[in-house]
């Protein structure tokens, strides 16, 4: 009699956190994600923008940032095709995430922990995070400070008309809703892709 035995079950990839955080901003603007280490950097772009708060509006891309691993090469690579463990493999790794190359918006992705699947989610999360980003088109770093002392400590010497008339009260830099992040973010459900998938 022949001794029949189960495939296993494939084992269920880690998930990765990641501290994302906006460069160049003080007090920081950052996020804290959980996503499986197979997701597809065109994914975890998806995950970033929703995350973050841009409205994917710009193009954007991934660069070595000098503390990634060297393979692949971030600037020869097709991200619908490169997961994020292929690029990050060991805690404090990090990449850069340029998005909307007018105002050049640099965000440091950090591989902080691997965590087993059993431990949390395989779906990604936003499990952190503080402050609002950025409104889109502000002009950058420089035009974001410019904003900030607009709504903050205004100079009667300059004009903020183009600011207030473009943000209105609708702009308070210290909100941050993770539930509406989380929400936004499970809603994405089936577009979410991962390496397996790849043919």
Known sequence: MHNLSMPSPKTPPPIYQLKVTLIGIEPPIWRRIQVPSTILLR????????????????????????????????????????????VLKTVGDSVIYLYDFGDNWRHRVMLSKILLTDETSAMPTCIGGERRCPPEDVGGVNGYDELMEAIFDPDPR???????SWTGDRYHPDEFDLKIVNDQISRMGRQIRHSDEVA
Do not use: C, M
């Open 43 to 86: 994914s975890l772009h998806d995950v970033i923008q929703i995350a973050v708060g841009w409205t994917d509006s710009h193009s954007h891309e991934f660069e070595d940032d000098g503390k990634s691993q060297d393979d692949p090469k971030l600037d020869n690579f097709d991200e619908t095709k490169v997961s994020v463990g292929a």
């Open 158 to 164: 300059k004009s903020y008309e183009e600011f207030r």
